[in-house]
């Protein structure tokens, strides 16, 4: 029986039928990220690498053995679904090696996890997407590029709610408040945070496609200062 993105533990009886047993396709270098989001949670958190782990199920949430294992690098552009989608066609290669294993000698080796190093991947919210201009600028731009394409970073710009589609850190320091809009032009909007500078890039008003920062800023006027997460 093979398993992939189910979002339920299996039963024990249920475990035990396939007579080589239960495999699941999980996305990420077991026993970091067990759980149910560990592709945006990677990303979240600067992780330089993450993979695909082909694991024999048990009763625990993702606590079973690893059939295989495939590495991937992640560089600083990296979104969820960039690498969701690269992720999808590892997974699907490292199942068919083993299955080729399997058919050819009959056995598969598995593999324990190791008990120190175990994290969890969270579920995500969609109340997690609204911009806290008091964190610093590295931890936003990689929540903007976890959360794409869903459930998409959002702030208020005056009324309007407006999501965030791509971002880049200014590396620079600054003296004014977080969420001060301290410059704006075809290359950018540059806020303040609570570390360093962020630069929105692409953004989507209401009822709007995605846009350039050069298309928004001929839509309409900014105000001065973006709302602070209450």
């Known amino acids: 029986m093979i398993v992939v993105a189910y979002g339920l533990i299996l039963p024990a009886d249920l475990l035990q039928i396939p007579r080589f ?111 806290d201009w008091l964190e610093p600028a590295e931890v936003l731009e990689r929540r903007i590029r976890a959360f794409n394409p869903w459930p998409v970073a959002w702030c208020m710009i005056g009324d309007e709610r407006t999501r965030i589609w791509k971002s880049r850190v200014v590396n620079e320091p600054h003296d004014s408040e977080p969420g001060r809009v301290l410059a704006a032009g075809r290359n950018g909007i540059d806020i303040a945070t609570g570390q360093k500078i962020l630069r929105l890039l692409e953004l989507q008003r209401p009822g709007k496609n995605r846009m350039s920062v050069a298309d928004y800023l001929n839509a309409r006027e900014l105000p001065q200062s973006l709302a602070v997460r209450s």
């Open 21 to 131: 047993g239960c495999w699941n396709i999980h996305a990420s270098l077991l026993p970091r990220w067990r759980g149910a989001a560990p592709i945006q949670r990677a990303i979240e958190n600067g992780d330089r690498e993450s993979g695909v782990c082909i694991m024999r199920m048990d009763e625990g949430l993702d606590t079973g053995p690893v059939l295989h294992r495939v590495r991937t690098p992640l560089d600083a552009y990296e979104t969820g679904g960039s690498l969701h989608d690269r992720l999808a066609e590892l997974g699907a290669s490292a199942l068919l090696e083993c299955l080729k294993t399997l058919a050819a000698t009959g056995r598969i080796k598995a593999e324990p996890q190791l008990a120190s190093g175990v994290s969890y991947a969270r579920k995500l919210n969609k109340s997690e997407a609204e911009v």
